[in-house]
């Protein structure tokens, strides 16, 4: 029940349902996580943390785990400790992609331009549509006074932004009324 109000973006009902679910099962693999994203979209980042590490209890091995729990520390400005779940979510096999986005995102934050560099550019190898990598690494270049590799992740930045609006009007077009 808890997936079909995410599905409706009806996080608050999703949390209830996700704490009724671990009242009765607290050691069931996957639902802490779920908890922790809702818990995230909630705004509610201490205890999304909590949640999250709850599931590295049940899977120590949870790659999306590690990562989710990188990305709440990130949000609440606790770079160090972002960057050792990152970091342990890279080094788990099949590491979400997502990670290597957070990662560049705390490097830029960091001032580890170059660091922020490898890994915004491995994401989008594997990522082409999303403008926020390009974004990143324009500043990045420009931190680092690379003038011809900023303007190309500013011409890219804007290329995938405009993809994105015209994908979202498409599918705007698209659902049923």
């Known amino acids: 029940m808890a997936e079909a109000f995410i599905s409706e973006k009806q996080d608050a009902k999703a949390i209830s349902e996700y704490r ?20 995230i979209r909630s705004g509610k980042l201490p205890e999304a943390l ?7 209890q049940l899977q120590p091995y949870s790659a999306s785990a590690h990562m989710n729990a990188g990305r709440a520390l990130l949000m609440l400005g606790r770079d160090d ?16 992609l997502e990670t290597w986005l957070l ?3 705390l490097d830029v934050r960091g001032g580890n331009f170059r660091a922020a560099i490898v890994e915004l550019t491995h994401f989008t190898s594997l990522e ?13 270049y420009r931190a680092l006074g690379e003038k011809d590799q900023m303007n190309h992740a500013l011409a890219r930045y804007k290329a995938t932004s405009e993809d994105a609006k015209e ?11």
């Open 167 to 177: 994908r979202s009007l498409a599918q705007r077009e698209l659902k049923p009324v």
């Open 128 to 140: 082409k549509n999303n403008s926020t990598d390009y974004y990143l690494m324009a500043i990045a």
């Open 103 to 105: 990662l560049g995102k």
């Open 81 to 96: 400790d972002a960057e050792k779940m990152l970091k342990a979510a890279i080094d788990m096999d099949r590491p979400p």
């Open 20 to 39: 009724t679910v671990l009242q009765l099962k607290p050691d069931l693999p996957g639902i802490h996580a779920a908890l922790g994203e809702a818990l």
């Open 50 to 56: 909590l949640e999250f590490k709850a599931e590295l």
